[in-house]
């Protein structure tokens, strides 16, 4: 399942950096903690929608265009086959061609 | 502030009354309590990642889709001036007519 709040997270973080901004005047922007805000971009913690609001607003970018870009991504993401690993019938058989 | 919270609760519950679904059918599909989808849709929880899209496969819409019209409706309120109510200078003088 992909989960919202690591691609919210990639998003905001995406633009932040963009504007050369420190997690420590984005947060203080917000009124968040760095430590909060921190655990937001690497999608570790859901964004509360009235925090999500303040962040956006110290970024300067309305939410619904956070959004839209969360949602391209996604559009994106879901259109991708999902891939399993191959499994294997038993123990690998290597060869080392170098030996 | 506009909470998306509630933007999001608005969608979700558009899109399963759309289906003709009850609450207790798509409760029990997503595998969430009944009251906490209700709360969801009222806008008055936040819905954790993995319960969105729990909530969004149970409505069979991808969650992009979801994402993309929240987005929509919300750009659409943002471009709305604040209405404030208007102060009133003090205690209100109300005369009944019917007396």
Not at 83 to 99: D, R
Request: net charge negative; aromatic share 2%.
């Amino acid at each position: 399942m992909i989960l919202l709040r690591r691609l919210l997270g990639d998003v905001l973080r995406e633009r932040r950096r963009d504007q050369g901004r420190t997690l420590r005047e984005v947060s203080a922007a917000a009124r968040v903690s760095l430590g909060y805000l921190s655990e937001v971009e690497r999608g570790q913690k859901e964004a509360s929608s009235e925090l999500l609001g303040s962040i956006c607003e110290a970024l300067d970018v309305p939410l619904s265009e956070v959004l839209r870009e969360v949602s391209d991504n996604l559009a994106l993401a879901e259109s991708l086959p999902l891939v399993h690993p191959v499994p294997t019938p038993g123990p690998l058989h290597v060869t080392n061609v170098a030996a």
